[in-house]
Structure formats: C-alpha cells, structure tokens
C-alpha cells in the first residue's frame, strides 16, 4: 500500500506538471511547499517564554546531561555546523558508535516525528531519549536531576522558566526547556524561501530548472510541505534496492517501532532543508556527495536513471534550501558544588 501511494504520487506530480506548464514552476511550488517562519512556532502544551528558552539554552549545551559530563545535545546536533555532527552516526558514550546518522536539529520542529523512526512524537520526548541511551549519554532521570539540583545556579533559573511549580527541577520540565529551545533553531530566508514569496529572481536559471525536475520526477511525493520533507513515513528502497552499505540489512526502520510488516525499512522521510551542509546522507550516514544521493533516490525510490545533468540541476535546487544558520552564543554554564556528582566514565 505504501509504495503504491508513492508511485500514485508520483504519477500525479508528473500530470501535474504537463498539466500546468514549465513557464508556471513557481505557481507550483507555491502549492506544494510553504517559507520558513522567521519566528520559532507556538508548541502546543509547552508555552515559551524567554527564561524557558535560556533554560533551554544552557541545558542543550550543558554535558552534565550526560554521565561523563562529556557529550552535550550540541555535541551531536552542532548549531554550527548544521545542527549535526558532520559523522558517519555520531560517537557516544565511551566512544561507541552509534547505529544511525544524526539528523539536523535545524528546523526540526516542523517534522512529523523525531529520529528516523518516528519513535518520539515531538521534541520533548526527543530530548529524553538519548540522556538514557547507553550509547549516547548513559544516563538516568535521577542522576540528571540530583546533578542538575546539586548545582546551586541552576536553581532560580528553572523556577524563573516553570513559576509556580514547588519543584520545577525534574527531568520533564528539562525536556520541555530543550524543546522550546530548539524550536528557535530555524532557517528562513534560504533563497527557495524567497522565491515562494514571489522574487522571481531568487534561483537563477539552472536552480529552477532543478526545481522543476524536481516536481516533475515526484521527488516531492516523500519531500513537500514546509521542510521538503519530514512529514510523513515511507520505505527505502521502492524500486530497488540500495544495497545493504546504504541501507544495512539489520536497521529495519520504523519496523522496531511498530512490529508491523508493511514498516520493514520505512523511514521518516528527511527533510532536505540545508541538505548541501548536512553531509553525510540517509540513515546510515554512507554516502558524503549530495549528487551521489540525488541519483541514488531516483534509482532506489523512483526506478529512474538520471543524467548527470538533471542530478546537477537538481542538485543545484536543492543548494536553495540552504537558509539563514542560527547565532547562537554559547551560554556561560553555572558551575558544580561540592555535592555534584562525579562523571562517569565507564
């Protein structure tokens, strides 16, 4: 059922563009796709304020997260280097290797699910997954919130962020400050945002051309909407196979989260915001050149053959999701007490 709803979409990308023309790319991109806001999005249940947000800060780049108060969320989702690690999958732990590639923390907040296999169902519960995963930040609810209450700075901040709580230091609210956080971790103004707001003159000729083959080939079955991606769930691999480097045979996907048939090596499509900085691509991080990539979708998820020149154009449309990087000045972290935990190394 799911391939099939991806060849219909396909097929229906394909009408779309005979029926429309080449003269009216924009036209349609302005249906399928939508700029980034330049303002972080309202979360629902979790409302921000600017004390959760600095909160949110500190915690994102504080390593005491972690039980070696080695590895920070920034560690492996580098506000400046993309919102990822520039890794093959990211080292955790006691320098263990983790089993998938990161994904950007850029613009996060308009995906459908976090991590590639949907399994949290927003950024808050993204947050307490690797604090607990021994490969990442080997830690528990309760270490984290003895650490963080034994460190007499972080005291009036949580109560400033969660007024009203008689103890607001608890491992839910630290989650909901990273969430808030990293919803101000957006990208407007890429010049693909530009164009959709009507400047012609924002993607030169060739870019726009990738566009249009990008429509026209139906990439954007699995890559629409604000993110050109990550808003729904699809397998890896429609047409053919990509090989067990690209797509290991042992990661089945969504499969491990809901045990169901029909979600064997079904992903979270990514999102292809800032795609040309955020090498290397697709789960397992096997593959560094944006072109390679390109062509590697049009076998494996269309059944196509591109030319060299409609994977240079494509590839040069997708340059234009590349928007504005987030400042961010790392924040002055309060330091231990006498009664902190001691790291762990082991």
């Known amino acids: 059922m799911r391939t099939q709803t991806i060849a219909w979409g396909a097929m229906i990308a394909l009408a779309a563009g005979a029926a429309w023309g080449k003269e009216d790319v924009m036209g349609r991109a302005k249906g ?9 999005t309202v979360l629902k249940g979790n409302p921000a304020s600017p004390a959760k947000v600095e909160l949110g800060k500190m915690l994102y780049f504080d390593p005491r997260l972690s039980s070696s108060h080695l ?9 400046g280097l993309g919102g990822t690690d520039i890794l093959e999958t990211s080292i955790g732990h006691g320098w263990q290797k983790g089993p998938r590639n990161s994904p950007t923390v850029l613009n996060a907040v308009y995906n459908i699910a976090q991590f590639w296999d949907g399994r949290a169902e927003d950024l808050a519960a993204q947050a307490k997954g690797p604090v607990q995963a021994s490969v990442e930040m080997n830690n528990k609810p309760e270490n ?36 808030v956080f990293e919803a101000t971790l957006v990208t407007p103004d890429a010049p693909f945002d ?76 990514p999102s292809l915001r800032n795609a040309a900085i955020t090498m290397p691509y697709f789960h397992s991080g096997k593959v560094w050149n944006l072109k390679d990539a390109v062509k590697i979708m049009g076998s494996a998820q269309l059944g196509i053959s591109l ?3 409609d994977a240079d154009k494509i590839t040069a449309f997708m340059k234009t999701l590349t928007g504005k990087q987030p400042l961010v000045m790392h924040p002055v972290l309060p330091p231990n007490s006498a009664t902190t935990p001691r790291p762990i190394s082991n």
Do not use: M
């Open 144 to 179: 984290l919130v003895a650490t963080l209450k034994s460190i007499p700075g972080y005291q009036p901040l949580f109560k400033k962020a969660f007024p009203g709580e008689a103890d607001p230091v608890t491992f839910d609210n630290v989650a909901k400050a990273i969430e």
């Open 32 to 40: 399928i796709f939508k700029p980034i806001p330049a303002k972080a």
């Open 307 to 309: 030319t060299d020149d």
């Open 194 to 269: 530009k164009y959709l707001k009507g400047d012609k003159k924002a993607l030169t000729a060739t870019e726009e051309e990738g566009l249009a083959l990008f429509l026209n080939k139906g990439c954007v079955a699995c890559h629409s909407g604000i993110n050109v991606g990550g808003s729904g769930y699809f397998p890896f691999g429609v047409k053919e196979d990509p090989g067990p480097e690209i797509r290991p045979v042992d990661d089945t996907g969504r499969f491990k989260v809901t045990n169901t048939a029909a979600d064997k090596y079904v992903f979270r499509s």
């Open 71 to 79: 590895i920070s969320c920034n560690t492996c989702h580098n506000v």
